[in-house]
Structure formats: structure tokens, C-alpha cells
């Protein structure tokens, strides 16, 4: 049941025909997990709290730091030095106090993984490197919850959803090893990207629309396209494939 305040504030959404009344309120009665507090962790989160989602999660073991700034929107200069989480909850309840914000500061783990994404409906991968993805996305697949994959690098950037039993997966496109290592970006990628995944993550919450199931969305700022990769189930994949 929404109450007044909230028929007030999610107006213009309720008043989308695929979302109405209905829709808010699966919103609020959802639990997100977004793995990773930075540059596309931060428009992920400040769109699904001011969407009304019930509950984000939010894990990242960083504290700010001034290069954050050019890309972290979440962060201002005065957060630097404070763990990123405690920034971004304190921003987010700012901004919706009737979102419920849990955070943890640690880093995700094969012995952890699953027990940080507890009862959350849509795992959010908002995360810097590959061998932190694949525990997300092995884990998504063994506890069959929607894995939205997000990844930028200087102007381009990409984005799909992993329906666990459905589709292709992470590991069925990503097959090596990246390595480790500084890469650039500018602002503007991570929000476009953060903004395309926190939209798959309602339109998933809510089940309307077509998810970017078996599609790599890539966007390329400097050119001002996007472009699109069916990306096919590997049946060999050593994560979603047959055993």
C-alpha cells in the first residue's frame, strides 16, 4: 500500500502506464544489491533510491579520494578520506528517508559472496575489475537471481542482463583474464551507463519491458552511437554451462 507522501512523490512514474500503483509498489517491497560504490555505483544508487526502491545494499571496502571526484557523483571534496559507504548512505537517505540503505565496507570474497547478497532480488554489478565480477555472476547463477553487468572505459561503455537459466552469462563473454590495472575514464560514461542499469534493474523489479537479455548494449561517447552484440549461451561455459 503507498501511502499519500508517496503517491506525491513517485507521481510521474506512477502516472507511466507500465509502472502505476501497482509497479510503485513492488518497488518498494524490493531488496537491490549494488556491488561496488563508485563510478557507476553512484548514479545506480541515487536513481534506485529516488525511484523508491524498498532497499539497496551497497558494498565497496574504498574511502574517497580526490580522483575519485571527476566520476563519483555520490562523493564531494569534503567526504574525502571517509569510507565510501558511509558517504553514499548518508547521501542517499538524504535524498529518499524512506529507502532503507545497508552498507558494508569490505571486499567481496568467494567465502562471502553469498551471504552479502542475502535475500536481494537483482545483484547490480557496478564493480572495477573481472575476478570480482565472476563471483558475482557465479553466485547469481547459483542462487537464480538477475545479474545486470555494467563496464566502462575512457568514452565507451557497455551494458547486459544475466537472467540465471536464460541467457548468456558474464563469463560467456568475458572467457580470459584482464589484468588489474589503472584504466581511464570520464565522468559522463559511468552516468550514462549507471543510468541504463539502474533501468533494467526497475523494469526487472517491476516485469515490464525488454531486458537486454542476450544483448551487449555498447555506447561510444566520442561518436555519439550505440551499438548492439547478440551474445550467445556458451554451452561449455565453465559458470552457466552444462555440467
Known sequence: MLMPSELERYDRQIMIEEIGQEGQSKLKKSRVLIAGAGGLGSPIALYLAAAGVGMIRMIDHDRVALSNLNRQILYWEGDIGRKKVDSARAKLRSLNSA?????????????????????CEVIVDAMDNLPTRYLLNRCAIQRHIPFIHGAVYGFKGRAM?????ETACLRCIYRG??????????GVVPAVIGGIQATEVIKCLVGIGQLLANRLLIYDGLEGTFSELKVNKNPDCDHCGSP
Do not use: D
Not at 99 to 119: K, M, Y
Open 161 to 165: 542482463t544475466i537472467l540465471p537459466g
Open 99 to 119: 529507502v532503507e540503505i545497508e552498507t558494508i565496507a569490505e571486499i567481496i570474497t568467494e567465502r562471502n559472496v553469498s551471504e552479502f547478497v542475502g535475500n
Open 177 to 186: 583474464l584482464v589484468p588489474l590495472e589503472k584504466f581511464p575514464v570520464i
